[in-house]
């Protein structure tokens, strides 16, 4: 990694925190749908920041699991995550086919307990980019 892709990817880490902060407001707001959406956009950019800075290839609309797959390729601690990638994916597969119940538009289709996860989950992959960078 290279410095101006080193600098990249700090930008991109700066604002993929940001935008797990608001996720996290969201969630506190009882906005789970919100929640998961802020924080899914995080660790996909995240993921993909890292991978360009690694001079890695990969497509716009690759699923997660092989983003992390093509990770694992420049750093092997992306591997124990790609479990979390596969659940992480399945969720986000089941919340972009739910189609909400007429005359409930308030409904959230992400519930508490979901959204945490997704959360705790972009936690995860941000600490470990912060940790590669201090490497560096």
């Given amino acids: 990694m290279g410095i101006s892709e080193e600098i990249e990817l700090k930008k991109i880490l700066s ?21 998961c959406h802020l924080s899914e956009k995080a660790v996909e950019e995240i993921i993909k920041g890292f991978l360009k800075s690694e001079g890695i290839a990969f497509f716009t609309n690759q699923p997660l699991p092989t983003l992390f797959q093509k990770a694992s390729t420049a750093d092997k601690r992306f591997s124990s995550m790609e479990t979390f990638a596969f659940t ?12 909400p119940e007429k005359n409930d538009s308030e409904r959230e289709s992400s ?26």
């Fill in 88 to 99: 992480f994916e399945q969720f986000r597969k089941k919340t972009s086919t739910e189609k």
């Fill in 111 to 136: 519930t508490k307990t979901e959204a945490m996860n997704v959360i705790n989950f972009a936690h995860k992959i941000i600490g470990l980019v912060k940790q590669i960078l201090k490497e560096y």
């Fill in 15 to 35: 604002q993929a925190e940001k935008d797990l902060l608001k996720a996290e407001k969201h969630f506190d707001a009882s906005r789970y749908d919100l929640a």
